[in-house]
């Protein structure tokens, strides 16, 4: 079966739009998750990012290096809509539930629940009860993997700030986590240090 | 240089983030190799980094991306919120396509004339495969296209009517045609293929219906 040849194929802005942008569309979404920690609120991030960015069509296609750009894009969005619910007087209440939001001990714990299950609930706690500075930054960097020189470009602040902030992030992280009454009894049970 | 156990401790994260100088990575190391508490801290950030990065993320449905630049496609471009649209958009993205038999040129084959209705939805571009039957290789065949006013070709919202001289092997030919509505209504694409002294066109009706069926009809070929 042979093509028929068409006129040279001119492109309309949304087909370019849609192929420089589909390849980072999940990688978005998974930042916007983990910042969000709610499936649709992630959405609606890429969402928002994605109508921003279509009138910067030709810009774009300038770029090089996309991934570190957009990243920074979505985190600034996020950071505006964070602004915006902080002086909103009304709390908005997503559908879904935020993966943070499951306190450790709050429900009964199956006798098959593993320690490492048991760690991933007292974390996903522990989590919420940082600062949203330390909460950012313990995602980007110690979740996602992004280097401290990535997330200096994404955020603006000088290298050292950061690394002074990641260190008091991961100590309140750890100073949250010995906190937690049923992994600490499960700690002593097992005789187990603490992390 | 040496290190004791406090100052081995306060430098474990950047040790496991590699982001030690070469001597404080190597101090790390001696002290580490004789003390076990110290280790053993180590096993613990170890551990717990690797919570972190197993943290789950909920996964997105396949509509996802459709869904996104769905929004977008809707957001800047006033016409296409239209429910005709809609219909092209959804049918390309269930891949859909409408085959319309030609037999140009072998006027005893027979003609492909079925109706279709195809169910579509909101933002997405339809492809339409137009099927040349040839006999033979055939060098400058010229083919036009001429669309109706509340549709346009992808690329080219510009041009009405397109066209362009090309060749058709031995058998099946294919023409796909990115078509998208811009407006609601009922209108006649007309595709005519011209070789020497002989042509044939054909007209394919698009047009929707009050609940979003979007239906396709070929009709019977015209000679020329």
């Known amino acids: ?195 | 240089m040496k290190m004791n156990c406090s100052e081995t401790r306060v430098r474990l994260d950047d040790y496991y983030d590699d982001e030690l100088s070469v001597l404080e990575f190597r101090a790390v190391n001696e002290h580490l190799a004789s003390c076990d508490e110290c280790k053993h801290e180590l096993q613990a950030v170890d551990a717990l980094r690797q919570a972190l990065r197993d943290m789950p993320v909920a996964e997105v449905d396949d509509e996802f991306e459709n869904r996104i630049f769905g929004e977008v496609r809707k957001h800047y471009s006033g016409a296409s919120s239209s429910r005709f649209a809609a219909g092209f958009m959804t049918a390309m993205a269930a891949g859909l396509a409408l085959w319309f038999a030609t037999s140009i040129f072998i006027p005893q084959l027979p003609v492909d004339d079925a109706s279709q209705v195809v169910m579509v939805a909101l933002n997405d571009a339809y492809e339409v495969r137009l099927k040349f039957d040839a006999p033979v290789d055939l060098e400058q065949v010229t083919l036009s296209i001429d669309l109706p006013d509340n549709i346009e070709l992808e690329g080219y919202a510009d041009r009405k009517e397109l066209t362009w001289q090309t060749q058709l092997k031995q058998g099946q030919n294919i023409l796909a045609l990115p078509l998208k509505a811009v407006a609601i209504g009922e209108g006649e694409l007309v595709a005519q293929l011209f070789y020497g002294d002989k042509s044939r066109s054909f007209r394919v009706i698009l047009k929707t219906t009050g609940n979003d069926a979007l239906i396709y009809q070929v009709r019977k070929f015209n000679s020329v």
Request: proline share 5%; hydrophobic share 35%.
């Open chain 1, 1 to 195: 079966m042979a093509v028929i040849n068409m006129w040279p194929i001119r492109r309309s802005d949304h087909q370019l739009f849609e192929q420089l942008m589909r390849p980072h569309l999940k990688y978005l979404y998974r930042l916007a998750y983990r910042l969000t920690g709610q499936q649709h609120a992630a959405e609606d991030l890429v969402q928002e990012v994605m109508l921003k960015l279509f009138p910067r069509l030709e810009e774009i296609e300038k770029i090089e290096k996309l991934s570190p750009w957009l990243s920074k894009v979505l985190y600034r969005v996020f950071i505006d809509q964070l602004r915006k619910d902080k002086r909103s007087p009304v709390d908005l209440i997503g559908d879904d539930e935020s993966i943070y939001e499951t306190q450790p001990g709050k429900e009964q714990q199956p006798a098959e629940v593993t320690e490492s299950e048991i760690l991933q609930k007292k974390i996903q706690y522990a989590v919420t009860h940082l600062n949203e500075d330390q909460r950012i930054l313990i995602m980007l960097h110690d979740v996602e993997g992004y280097s401290l020189l990535e997330i200096q470009q994404i955020q603006d602040v000088p290298l050292g700030t950061l690394k002074s902030r990641l260190n008091r992030a991961r100590a309140k992280l750890r100073e949250i986590l010995k906190e937690v009454e049923p992994y600490a009894t499960y700690e002593r049970v097992k005789g187990v240090r603490g992390i």
